[in-house]
């Protein structure tokens, strides 16, 4: 009974983060973090200042909460990398689960890459050490599969850059992207020809032939 009477007021807390976590993306991406007030945060989310305050001490604890939910929303993709999958519906999954999301959330990829251009400053130690052992456990999986001779021998921190740097491409710098597709903005569908070449592009890499029939 008390679990249930607390859910409207989880619900309404759940429902205003999200509003501040919004409006700052959307706001910080386009401003940086030392050009944003917490007043536009509170008018972009349409909630009270105070109201702000109330669930964030600062604009640089609403800064944070944006970047751990990329880091998460990242570990997330990457969740397809996976010893239990072949390596080539793997990186299928993978990449295609990147690109979707950079699409949908353009705003928070840029404000990402803003950060690390600008030195990382808001990046705790923790964040960063999560991110290595995350990128060592699936550098493992990699590794696994090259043992099994099931890729190609590859370096798989490079080859992960190269996929980090090729799915967030369209969404960082879409301008460039566009006008090196000859198109005024990038769509849906745009996304999905990317997914189709990067993907194809790199299993013909590091996948062995097959074996031809005797």
């Known amino acids: 009974m008390a679990r249930a009477a607390r859910d409207p007021e989880e619900r309404i807390r759940e429902r205003n983060m999200r509003l501040i976590i919004k409006a700052g993306i959307e706001i910080f991406a386009r401003k940086g973090f030392d050009g944003t007030r917490i007043a536009e945060i509170a008018e972009a989310s349409g909630l009270p200042k105070a109201n702000v305050y109330y669930y964030f001490s600062s604009k640089e604890e609403i800064y944070r909460a944006i970047v751990a939910h990329l880091i998460a929303s990242w570990d997330d993709a990457l969740k397809y990398i996976s010893p239990e999958r072949e390596p080539a519906e793997a990186f299928r999954l993978y990449i295609r689960a990147k690109l979707d999301y950079t699409r949908k959330n353009i705003a928070e ?17 923790k964040d960063r050490d999560h991110m290595r052992q995350v990128t060592d456990a699936h550098v493992a999986v990699v590794e696994g599969w090259i043992a099994a001779g099931k890729l190609l021998p590859v370096d798989p921190r490079h080859l992960f850059i190269m996929l980090w740097a090729s799915t967030q491409y369209y969404a960082d710098f879409e ?14 569908e745009d ?4 997914a189709i070449t990067i993907t194809e592009t790199i ?5 062995p032939a097959p074996e031809s029939g005797s």
Not at 109 to 123: C, D, H, T, V, Y
Request: net charge positive.
């Open 175 to 188: 301008p460039i992207a566009a006008d090196g597709l000859k198109k005024a903005r990038l769509k849906a």
């Open 109 to 125: 990829s840029r404000l990402f890459a803003s950060e690390i251009i600008q030195g990382a400053r808001f990046l705790k130690k």
């Open 203 to 207: 299993l013909k890499g590091i996948l």
């Open 191 to 194: 996304y999905e020809t990317a």
